[in-house]
Each structure stands twice: as C-alpha cells, then as structure tokens.
T-cell receptor, first 115, second 112 residues
C-alpha cells in the first residue's frame, strides 16, 4: 500500500521488555520522525532522521533507540519499556524538496501500553 | 519557530462555515503558516499552508492578515466529520529537518 504505515497498531507489553515499533513509507521521503502523544502534552518529538544512517534526538529521546538503514524504514525501539512510555506513537515523513516539502505525512499511530 | 495562540475550543453548526483564528504576532518573514488537524485517535492530517497570500484548496481556505500576525482557517461548509483538533503551526520550510511543534490546538465540534 502506498503511504506511511505503522505496525503494530496496538501493543501491550510488560515493564522491562524490549519493544520495537515499525514505520514504513513508500514515498522515498528523506525525513522521518517519531512523535509520542500523551494527554496534556500534545505531540512531542522523540527522534528524527534526515536520511538513511542519519538520526538525531528530538525533545524526549531518553529510553528510545532508532535506526535507519533504509530510506523507507524507521523503527523505534524501547530498550527496556517503562510505564511512563505508555502512549500513542506517531511516525511521520516529509520530502526534502518539491511542492509538498513543508508537509508532514503521519501514520495511523501505534497505541502502546506498558503494564 | 514562532509561537501561536489559538482558542481552546469552538462550536459550529453543521453546514455553516467554521472560522478558526490563530495569532502569530512574532512570525518571521520566512515563516509559513501551516494548519493540521487531528481527528480523534488518528494521525494529524495536513490541511493547508501559506506565506503571505490567501490560499484555498479542496479542504479549506486560509486568510492571512496583511501584517501576517494572525490568520484564519475557514472550512466553508462544516460537516460532522470535521470535528477534530485543529493546529496552527508557524515554521520555515527549507533548511534542517524542522520538525513540527504542535501546540494545544483548537477543538472544533460541529453540531448537528
């Protein structure tokens, strides 16, 4: 399917477990982003990537790891999940240039619950 | 990126125009005004953006004041499916990754 997809859509895990959230986009967009959304905080940036093998921290990176070996994939890993990481996670991408360069396209989100 | 101020919530009758204001008095000359919306439990969705001139697309119109310190998003014929949180964001387009900084937005409720 064309666009940006996330998997899984829902995940329940336990404290201390490693969890990986997947994000895949079919547009070959240069930039990709991970946000988390919690009640009372809106969307906050966790990590972003300007291109394959280039990643950088956002506002709330602690406890998360990202990688980008291929342009189209940007997985987010919680190395040892904590209850405070219970949230809805959104992946987004945007193009480097062109008429849609300013737009970010968001995935449908992954609802993660850490027990 | 310039800070924006939006009302917390607004109501609109179905079929009527919804006018959502946004103040961005500290906007710089190279910053665009973007609007996104987020329908409950979905990812944010791009609506429209503009620099100086008014813009219109199939979803909405964007009116930017001449001094660029405020703008209004207009949904010409609101439907129940337009109920969402609407975010006004001011940012530059070129340069670095420039992630979006989402404020609190305006909760628009379209009433039947």
């Amino acid at each position: 399917d064309a666009g940006i997809t996330q998997s899984p859509r829902y995940k329940i895990t336990e404290t201390g477990r490693q969890v990986t959230l997947m994000c895949h986009q079919t547009w070959s967009h240069s930039y990709m982003f991970w946000y988390r959304q919690d009640l009372g905080h809106g969307l906050r940036l966790i990590y972003y990537s300007a291109a394959a093998d280039i990643t950088d921290k956002g506002e709330v990176p602690d406890g998360y790891v990202v990688s980008r070996s291929k342009t189209e994939n940007f997985p987010l890993t919680l190395e040892s999940a904590t209850r405070s990481q219970t949230s809805v996670y959104f992946c987004a991408s945007r193009d480097l240039a062109g008429p849609t360069a300013g737009e970010q396209f968001f995935g449908p989100g992954t609802r993660l619950t850490v027990l | 990126d310039a800070k924006t101020t939006q009302p917390t919530s607004m109501d609109c009758a179905e079929g009527r125009a919804a006018n959502l204001p946004c103040n961005h008095s500290t906007i710089s000359g190279n910053e665009y005004v973007y609007w996104y919306r987020q329908i409950h439990s979905q990812g944010p969705q791009y609506i429209i953006h503009g620099l100086k001139n008014n813009e219109t697309n199939e979803m909405a119109s964007l009116i930017i004041t001449e001094d660029r310190k405020s703008s209004t998003l207009i949904l010409p014929h609101a439907t129940l499916r337009d109920t969402a949180v609407y975010y006004c964001i001011v940012r530059v387009v070129s340069g670095s990754a420039r992630q979006l900084t989402f404020g609190s937005g305006t909760q628009l409720t379209v009433l039947p």
